[in-house]
């Protein structure tokens, strides 16, 4: 498999974070205003917009700091195609849902941008063999998430929700993990 450019890495990983920037401005707005309506942001809720532009510059500056680690070291050079698309999944699979389920995934959003994204990558590198197991827990964890976001829409299950936070969390750092193998 051809090594991506650094370059290149770095126009990835900056679209991660610019994703998962706007993913936070959604999330953040939602909390100090109660609506992710720019127009409430802005207009009703202006006393507000310097901790949403807080919230969005620290996952802005965090995703920078560690874009740039993840772009230099050598051990996630053969991961990093794998890492990346486990990483986007992730993030639609949490961007969608934060459109549709604002107030249910607003937490889970929060923890996963404030360290669970970091941590899931700082481990892909560990065991990079091709294994079986690595392939269930990146395939079966996105396919976990997804039903546990899902899951947010049926009333039945929202007594729930500590638990989806916990199977979210997990599935989310298995899945970056899983995705940290070589071709």
Same mark, same amino acid.
């Given at each position: 498999m051809n090594k991506l450019e650094r370059s290149h890495k770095? *126009?990835? !990983? *900056?679209?991660?974070?610019?994703?998962?920037? !706007?993913? $936070?401005?959604?999330?953040?707005s939602y909390v100090f205003c109660g609506s992710i309506s720019p127009y409430v942001l802005f207009f009703h809720c202006i006393n507000n917009v310097p901790f949403v532009g807080g919230s969005i510059a620290a996952v802005a500056i965090s995703g920078a700091i560690f874009g740039y680690y993840i772009t230099k070291l050598r051990? !996630?050079?053969?991961?990093?195609?794998?890492? =990346?698309? #486990?990483?986007? $999944?992730?993030? +639609? =699979?949490?961007?969608? +849902?934060s459109f549709s389920a604002t107030s249910f995934i607003v937490s889970k959003v929060m923890f996963w941008l404030f360290g669970v994204w970091i941590l899931g990558m700082l481990l892909a590198p560990f065991n990079k063999?091709?294994?079986? *197991?690595?392939?269930?827990?990146?395939? #079966?964890s996105l396919v976990?998430? #997804?039903?546990?976001?899902? +899951?947010?829409f049926i009333p039945y299950f929202e007594e729930f929700q500590s638990s989806y936070t916990v199977g979210m969390m997990v599935t989310s750092i298995l899945s970056l993990f899983g995705a940290g193998r070589d071709k």
């Open positions: 770095v *126009l990835l !990983f *900056l679209a991660s974070v610019i994703v998962k920037s !706007f993913l $936070m401005s959604i999330v953040s051990s !996630f050079d053969s991961i990093f195609p794998n890492l =990346m698309m #486990g990483d986007f $999944m992730v993030t +639609a =699979m949490y961007f969608g +849902a063999d091709r294994t079986i *197991l690595k392939k269930v827990t990146e395939y #079966g976990a998430l #997804g039903a546990l976001l899902t +899951a947010h």
